[in-house]
């Protein structure tokens, strides 16, 4: 049985130098970088739309993390990163402000129904057949 | 009104709006449980992700062919990514990626049971990208519809390329399990070994699982263990038996209604695995630990980066 073969992880000589080594952990470096969130356009003339977030010390670290991890399969031809503190949200608590105080069909092409005031204009100016 | 009537209508609230099926955002007020428990299982699936990276990566150097090389060298990056997107979503309800980091290699939190064993040969890789990513996306594609938007968003991605992974298993399986005598063996044998921790994958049975119903009802669960474990069996048995493989439980059958009977796992046994006790537990940890210590200076370097900004205009 081929059982031998895990003896080839290249990462199997160095563990007993893992785990002694673990034995003084060494303390993790400050890397909490800002946010930076993520939007990708899939192609020209298509909106870019919002698909997630990096950590990242510039603007430029961010554009090449998140082509990383936004953009190994699905089509993109410009990524745009926004640091998160900069969007400025309403909170959905008041997404009542959003409701239409009023009928607001007036501002809608469907609001207007113009064909049945035709025809019935049509047929009662048609004159009677003997 | 008094600090307690204020919690129960907002509770009353909130459990309204889960059942009505809307998604919970970051900013939303949601009780300190169901943000805990939600923290505690986004930091253990990240933890998995890029834990689940070391036994595959490992295999990358000695990938029969070049092909199998670069899809298994994209599964792996997959791997890492989606440990990114889950640390992030985990970040929304409150600890930070160092902290979470830190917790992993100390033991504190934990990491799937099925990364705390070796993968002993080149069928390993086939096997658990076949089956250990196949139980994955049941478990994932039930979780994609839970109530926390972050979380639900960054599984509708995970889940479809995990699909890639396991047609990518499955791929190598089929070569083994139609190759040579000595292939099919390899890939018996691995099956033998993964048999057990696979049938563990969904955590222990409906009958000594706690909390269950609370988080079924929050809908940070949509299915209990038994019921996602029984789904993957209905899906897996017959195709592993169409390969003429065996599965190394005496006890398996599958009745008229299709229901699939097994030999109960060890649920003790699954505890002391992942609490640390497992074959690579500590193994695994150590080499986490190092890849970290050894590439803090990549970290470094980042972080003294040269500021520059996109010099076109966008809009």
Redesign the interface.
């Known amino acids: 049985m081929a059982r031998a073969g895990w003896k080839f992880n290249p990462y199997h000589h160095r563990i007993p130098e893992a785990l002694e080594r673990a034995r003084h952990p060494v303390p993790p470096a400050d890397t909490e970088w800002p946010v930076w969130e993520v939007f990708r356009q899939p192609e020209r003339g298509e909106p870019h739309v919002h698909v997630g977030s990096v950590h990242a010390p510039d603007a430029q670290m961010a554009l090449v993390l998140a082509k990383e991890q936004f953009s190994r399969r699905e089509p993109c031809v410009q990524l745009w990163v926004v640091r998160a503190e900069a969007i400025f949200a309403t909170p959905y608590e008041d997404a009542d402000i959003f409701e239409p105080a009023l009928d607001r069909t007036y501002r809608l092409a469907a609001g207007y129904k113009v064909r049945p005031r035709i025809n019935q204009a049509a047929s009662s100016s048609e004159e009677p057949s003997s | 009104m008094t600090q307690a009537q204020l919690e129960a209508r907002r509770l009353e609230r909130f459990e309204a709006r889960v059942a009505r099926g809307e998604k919970v955002?970051p900013?939303?007020w949601m009780p300190e449980e169901y943000r805990f428990e939600l923290a505690r299982l986004i930091h253990n699936h990240a933890n998995s992700e890029i834990m689940g990276a070391?036994p595959e990566g490992?295999?990358i150097?000695?990938a029969p062919t070049l092909k199998r090389k670069m899809a298994l060298t994209?599964k792996v990056?997959?791997e890492v990514?989606h440990g990114?997107?889950l640390y992030?979503v985990a970040e929304t309800l409150g600890k930070?990626?160092?902290q979470m980091?830190?917790e992993l290699?100390s033991g504190k939190a934990k990491f799937s049971n099925v990364f705390h064993y070796?993968?002993?040969?080149?069928a390993d890789v086939g096997i658990i990208g076949w089956l250990i990513d196949g139980a994955a996306i049941v478990n994932q594609t039930m979780m994609a519809q839970g109530s926390y938007g972050p979380y639900s968003?960054?599984l509708k991605?995970i889940c479809a390329?995990e699909s890639f992974h396991i047609k990518h298993g499955y791929d190598i399986v089929v070569s083994l399990a139609t190759g040579t005598p000595?292939q099919r063996?390899?890939l018996q044998?691995a099956l033998n070994r993964w048999w057990e921790p696979i049938m563990m994958f969904f955590g222990p049975s409906d009958k000594r699982s706690v909390h269950t119903e609370k988080l079924v009802r929050w809908r940070v669960k949509l299915k209990t263990n038994d019921e996602q474990r029984q789904e993957f069996l209905r899906k897996f048995v017959p195709k592993i038996w169409e390969l003429g493989l065996s599965i190394p439980d005496p006890n398996l059958y599958i009745d008229e209604q299709g229901t699939v009977h097994y030999t109960e796992p060890d649920w003790d046994q699954f505890l002391t695995v992942v609490r640390g006790g497992g074959p690579m537990s500590?193994?695994r940890?150590?080499?986490r630990?190092?890849a970290?210590?050894e590439n803090?200076w990549v970290?470094?370097a980042?972080?003294?980066?040269?500021?520059?900004?996109?010099d076109f205009p966008?809009a």
């Open positions: 955002e900013g939303d070391l490992s295999w150097p000695y994209a990056q997959d990514g990114h997107l992030r930070s990626r160092e980091l830190e290699f070796p993968a002993e040969t080149w968003r960054a991605r390329e000595e063996a390899m044998d500590q193994a940890l150590a080499t630990r190092l970290w210590e803090a970290r470094e980042l972080a003294l980066a040269e500021k520059r900004y996109a966008i």
